[in-house]
Each structure stands twice: as C-alpha cells, then as structure tokens.
C-alpha cells in the first residue's frame, strides 16, 4: 500500500520541526524528526568517546549501534538500546557533532533502514536534510523551508532564552552548520528539483502551513 509521505528539508532555524509537527496534526499523520537520529548518532560517540574520524572505530560503533523510535503519547521518543534518549540530544556540543558526523557516509548508511522502516507502515512527515533528495526521492510532496540566516539565528535565540549564549554565537554556530550540512559529499542539504521552496523570513507558522495544506489537498 502507497504510504502518504510528505518531506520538508531546509536548514536549521527556517522552522521545519514545528510546521512539519502542525502539519502531521491536520494531516492525521505521525511527525519523524530525522534529525533526532543524527544527534543520537552524536550523543553516543560522546558517551563513549568514539573516535569517529576513524574509519574502523566509526564501523564497530554503528555495527553496534541500536536507535529506534518509539511511540508514547502519540509522539515518537529516541531510544538507544531500548532507553530514553531524547532529553539528553539537544546540547551544544551534540548539536554541532550531529552536524560534523552526519558527514560520514557511513552514519547515514546506518540510519537509512530506520527511516524506510517507518515510511512503510506509517503516514508521516519527515523532516531533515535529505528526505526529499535521498532518503524519499518518490515521495508525492516535497517542500524546501528556508529563512534568512538572521532570522534563523533570532528565532533560536528565542527559544533558548534563558540560555546564557549571545546571538552571535548563535549565527556563527549556525551558519557553520549550514557549511558542514550543505557542503559534505553525502547526501548535502539541498532541495530536491520537484521539491515546493518557501521562504519563511516574514511569514508566520500558520500561513507556511496553511500553504502546504493547500498544495496537498490540491493535489
Ligand atoms: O534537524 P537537526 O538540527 O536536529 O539536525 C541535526 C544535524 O543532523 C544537522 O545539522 C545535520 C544532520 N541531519 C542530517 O544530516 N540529515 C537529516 N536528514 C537530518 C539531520
């Protein structure tokens, strides 16, 4: 049976977690967050000090390497080895690893499954970096969120209030990520060619979703 998939890719801050959790709620869908997968990739390197850049060292962590999604309360949750990982994967320095590591075409190898997994037994959103290029390249809707980067950096700057970081740092860690994350060899953020590019720098969160739905339900 054809599964209802929707991807939306684009850079960290354009605002694809909340529109793609929006979304899945008026499409009666479930949300996957592929990004939790790649900090959980990050949080265990870090937990047991892997030294990733090593070719055999990174093999023999991912052949071991056991990260699913669970649903609770109608929301998937991170496990690793069977535990709750996902309050422990928004760190700073997870963050950027995530970034840094998803580089290795082998990381993204190790989690390709997990994805197809649940696209075959789910309706969902994916949201990420390369679901409508990769890892969903046949997916019937496909949308490209972006913002400028101050935008970004200010969005995220307000959710962390509170958080003793300045707004530069922010930008300059983000558009560091966006380097790593659009330039690696593998699987680099892009939008897809058949892929829908909204610029969200002056558009709310209704409006973004209000456009997708149009465009699905159009369909
Ligand atoms: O979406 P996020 O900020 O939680 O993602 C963290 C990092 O994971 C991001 O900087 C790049 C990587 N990532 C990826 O390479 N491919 C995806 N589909 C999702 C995330």
Same mark, same amino acid.
């Given at each position: 049976?054809?599964?209802?998939i929707v991807t939306i890719d684009g850079p960290?801050?354009a605002g694809k977690s909340t529109v793609a959790?929006r979304l899945a709620?008026?499409l009666?869908? +479930?949300?996957?967050?592929?990004?939790?997968?790649?900090?959980? &990739?990050?949080?265990?390197?870090?937990?047991?000090?892997?030294?990733?850049?090593?070719?055999? *060292?990174? $093999? &023999?962590?991912?052949?071991?390497?056991?990260?699913?999604?669970?649903?609770?309360?109608? %929301?998937?949750?991170?496990?690793?080895?069977?535990?709750?990982?996902?309050?422990?994967?928004?760190?700073?320095? &997870?963050?950027?690893?995530?970034?840094?590591?998803?580089?290795?075409?082998?990381?993204?190898?190790?989690?390709?499954?997990? %994805? $197809?997994? +649940?696209?075959?037994?789910?309706?969902?959103v994916f949201e990420g970096r390369?679901m409508g290029t990769?890892?969903f390249?046949?997916a019937p809707f496909k949308f490209f969120l972006f913002a *400028?980067?101050?935008?970004?950096?200010?969005?995220?700057?307000?959710?962390?209030?509170? *958080?003793?970081?300045?707004?530069?740092? &922010?930008?300059?860690?983000?558009? %560091?990520?966006?380097?790593? *994350?659009? %330039?690696?060899?593998?699987?680099?953020?892009k939008p897809a060619d058949d892929a829908v590019k909204i610029d969200s720098?002056?558009l709310?969160i209704?409006q973004v979703v209000d456009m997708m739905i149009k465009i699905i339900?159009?369909a």
């Amino acid at each position: 049976m054809d599964r209802q998939i929707v991807t939306i890719d684009g850079p960290a801050g354009a605002g694809k977690s909340t529109v793609a959790k929006r979304l899945a709620q008026e499409l009666g869908c +479930i949300y996957v967050d592929t990004g939790a997968l790649y900090r959980g &990739v990050a949080y265990e390197i870090l937990q047991h000090s892997i030294d990733w850049e090593n070719e055999h *060292d990174l $093999k &023999v962590f991912l052949s071991q390497l056991d990260l699913n999604f669970v649903m609770e309360n109608q %929301q998937l949750i991170l496990t690793s080895h069977g535990k709750d990982i996902s309050g422990k994967i928004r760190t700073p320095q &997870v963050t950027m690893l995530a970034s840094s590591s998803s580089a290795k075409p082998a990381v993204r190898k190790a989690l390709l499954s997990i %994805q $197809k997994n +649940i696209a075959e037994n789910n309706d969902a959103v994916f949201e990420g970096r390369d679901m409508g290029t990769v890892v969903f390249p046949k997916a019937p809707f496909k949308f490209f969120l972006f913002a *400028d980067l101050n935008i970004r950096a200010k969005r995220r700057y307000d959710e962390m209030c509170g *958080d003793k970081k300045d707004i530069h740092q &922010v930008k300059e860690q983000m558009a %560091q990520r966006d380097e790593n *994350d659009s %330039q690696r060899q593998s699987a680099p953020l892009k939008p897809a060619d058949d892929a829908v590019k909204i610029d969200s720098s002056s558009l709310t969160i209704n409006q973004v979703v209000d456009m997708m739905i149009k465009i699905i339900r159009a369909a």
